[in-house]
T-cell receptor, first 117, second 111 residues
Framework: GAVVSQHPSWVICKSGTSVKIECRSL??????MFWYRQFPKQSLMLMAT?????????EQGVEKDKFLINHASLTLSTLTVTSAHPEDSSFYIC?????????????FGPGTRLTVT | GESVGLHLPTLSVQEGDNSIINCAYS??????FIWYKQESGKGPQFIID?????DKRQGQRVTVLLNKTVKHLSLQIAATQPGDSAVYFC??????????FGTGTQLKVEL
């Protein structure tokens, strides 16, 4: 149980285009999901907290107009990287909290490798 | 801001030996700590967690120790196996479900 999936697992896009990454909780409902970014050989950095039915909360330094987050259902959050540039190339990881569980454990997705050329 | 850090960026151990991975945290308000294992190209995998009202917790082949006096967290892996090779992160939470991750330790198991 408590499986989180991401789609796509990897994506290559051209500079200036937008790309959408999906995060799904497969066997539980998640009111809260999180999006992280991880550069090679570095730690996970929280980008934003995604709340179902409301606006996402972004961490300091993360451009909300560039990284659009939509959490339209209890099992799906999407991250859209708009006008992507090579410096946006990274490993994007989502996590989800089981709304019906203890309320704090985060279940992580497998990550999405984004390469911007 | 406050952060969680690790003492050793790389740890090499012989197969069968015990591994100890350390983490120092600075946020005294943190009350929940987690260790994650991350293999190359994959998302973090939960290993074990501990709350601040405990100083030790054991799982299968793993033990987490928490020393609140010196704000230190450690992960002990018994009888380390090749499959344990990965990057290990500690993470802390001071409430609100947000996690702050440490810098990570690369564990290499030598045959």
């Amino acid at each position: 149980g408590a499986v989180v999936s991401q789609h796509p697992s990897w994506v290559i896009c051209k500079s200036g285009t937008s790309v959408k990454i999906e995060c799904r909780s497969l066997d539980f409902q998640a009111t809260t999901m999180f999006w992280y970014r991880q550069f090679p050989k570095q730690s996970l950095m929280l980008m934003a907290t995604s709340n179902e039915g409301s606006k996402a909360t972004y961490e300091q330094g993360v451009e909300k107009d560039k990284f659009l987050i939509n959490h339209a259902s209890l099992t799906l959050s999407t991250l859209t990287v708009t006008s992507a540039h090579p410096e946006d190339s990274s490993f994007y990881i989502c996590s989800a909290i089981n709304s019906g569980g203890a309320g704090y454990e985060q279940y992580f997705g497998p990550g999405t490798r984004l390469t911007v050329t | 801001g406050e952060s969680v850090g690790l003492h050793l960026p790389t740890l090499s151990v012989q197969e069968g030996d015990n591994s100890i991975i350390n983490c120092a945290y600075s946020n005294s308000a943190s009350d929940y700590f987690i260790w994650y294992k991350q293999e190359s190209g994959k998302g973090p995998q939960f290993i074990i967690d501990i709350r601040s009202n405990m100083d030790k917790r054991q799982g299968q082949r793993v033990t987490v120790l928490l020393n609140k006096t010196v704000k230190h967290l450690s992960l002990q892996i018994a009888a380390t196996q090749p499959g344990d090779s990965a990057v290990y992160f500690c993470a802390e939470s001071g409430g609100g479900n947000k996690l702050t991750f440490g810098t990570g330790t690369q564990l290499k198991v030598e045959l």
